[in-house]
C-alpha cells in the first residue's frame, strides 16, 4: 500500500501561484510514476501532470507552460509548480502515485487539496 499525502493548497488571485506537494509513504519502492489530476465542482476529473521515474514528463494542454511537476526522489514527493492561474483552475487538486507489481499496476491517489484563485 502507498498512503499520499497533498498539501500547499488554499486561496490564491488570478495571476499568483501556488506549489502543491504530494508525500508518499509506506510501499514506495516500484513507484515508477507520480501525477496530478484535478476536479473542478460538477465536473470530471481530469489530468494535469504526469512524471516518470526517468524525470519524464507529460501535461495537459491547458497547463503546459503554466504548470511544472517535479519530483524528490530521496522524499518519496511530487510536486507541481501552478503559475499564472486563472479562475478555470480552482479545483481540487489529486497527486497519484503508480505502483508496478509482479501482476499489474496499481493507482494509489491522495485525498485531495483545494485550489481556489479569486479573480
Known amino acids: 500500500q502507498v498512503q499520499l499525502v497533498e498539501s500547499g493548497g488554499g486561496l490564491v488571485q488570478a495571476g499568483g501561484s501556488l506549489r502543491l506537494s504530494c508525500a508518499a509513504s509506506?510501499?514506495?519502492?516500484?513507484?515508477?510514476?507520480f501525477g496530478w489530476y484535478r476536479q473542478a465542482p460538477g465536473n470530471q476529473r481530469d489530468f494535469i501532470a504526469v512524471i516518470n521515474s526517468s524525470g519524464d514528463t507529460d501535461y495537459a494542454g491547458s497547463v503546459k507552460g503554466r504548470f511544472t511537476i517535479s519530483r524528490d526522489n530521496t522524499k518519496n514527493t511530487v510536486y507541481l509548480q501552478a503559475g499564472s492561474l486563472t479562475a478555470e483552475d480552482t479545483a481540487v487538486y489529486y497527486c497519484?502515485?503508480?505502483?508496478?507489481?509482479?501482476?499489474?499496476?496499481?493507482?494509489?491517489w491522495g485525498q485531495g487539496t483545494q485550489v481556489t484563485v479569486s479573480s
Open positions: 497519484y502515485a503508480d505502483r508496478a507489481t509482479w501482476f499489474a499496476t496499481n493507482r494509489y
Open positions: 509506506g510501499s514506495t519502492d516500484r513507484i515508477n510514476a
